[in-house]
């Protein structure tokens, strides 16, 4: 069995959203070196925004009238999926793993596998089982998504993270995304909300859950803010990276 004696833990909200993505690259460039540990991270957002996957297309994944009227952002994360909404009531967590130390984080697929089945356990003593992992990384409930997922692999080192809906306003992602012309079989063209679900939890136990199944009981208790800040300066907070496709 993998186990992980020397995870960090991190329960941290920055200010703003392009930051708590920004910090997410940061940190799987702090693992990246020859000292860094692996960290478990979350966070749960303060207001709605949207959020680009590394490679989706700005003009047809988001409905931008609406975004700007509402004065909700759209801003671009570094790994992979789909676009999503999110805001209060979701719960953000980042695994910030080796590569090297385990034959399991080889392939994209592998580390799908390996991370959602650790995730699914973590949660169904909590609902009393009925979880299923469906798509390419989606956790479902009764067939309903609460948990999308990405990652993003670098020399040595990944992130791998995703949202749970908890206690998610599902009309406010209705009104601002379209329904997805790429989606996983599973999913048969439903409407935003026929096809998600809130878990109906508190998220500090789905944080517990996790860190218990990670074994990520070392306190993280700094972060290297100007990485953080360069980073938005540079890349999450420019319009070339977020209308880049």
């Known amino acids: 069995m993998l186990t992980f004696s ?7 909200t920055l200010s703003t959203a392009n930051e708590n993505l920004a910090l997410d690259e940061a940190l799987l460039d702090l693992c990246a070196e020859a000292s860094g540990k692996e960290i478990l991270r979350v966070w749960e957002p303060r207001e709605y925004f949207v959020v680009l996957g590394y490679s989706s297309r700005i003009r047809s994944e988001v409905n931008l009238s609406s975004c700007h009227a509402a004065r909700i952002p759209v801003l ?3 790994s992979g999926g789909g676009t999503v909404l999110q805001g209060p009531g979701c719960l953000n967590y980042s695994l910030i793993l080796r590569i090297a130390d385990s034959s399991r984080f080889q ?12 995730v699914q356990a973590a949660l ?13 990384s989606d956790l479902t409930l009764g067939g309903a998504k609460f948990c999308g997922n990405a990652q993003r692999r670098k020399k040595g080192s990944l992130l791998f993270h995703g949202v749970f809906l908890f206690h998610m306003d599902l009309d ?4 601002h995304l379209p329904v997805p012309l790429k989606q996983p079989r599973y999913r048969q063209n439903r409407q935003h909300k026929d096809f998600l679900v809130n878990l109906n939890l508190p998220a500090a136990a789905i944080k517990q859950a996790l860190r218990r199944q990670w074994n990520a009981n ?8 100007a990485d953080v800040e360069r980073l938005v300066k540079n890349q999450y907070a420019t ?3 977020i209308a880049k496709f």
């Open 6 to 12: 020397v995870m960090k833990y991190l329960d941290l």
């Open 76 to 78: 671009r994360r570094c």
């Open 107 to 118: 392939s994209i697929a592998e580390t799908n596998r390996f991370i959602m089945g650790k």
């Open 124 to 136: 169904q003593p909590l609902i009393g089982g009925g979880i299923a992992i469906q798509g390419i």
């Open 172 to 175: 406010v992602i209705e009104q």
């Open 218 to 225: 070392e306190e993280m208790s700094a972060i290297r803010h």
């Open 239 to 241: 319009p070339e990276w």
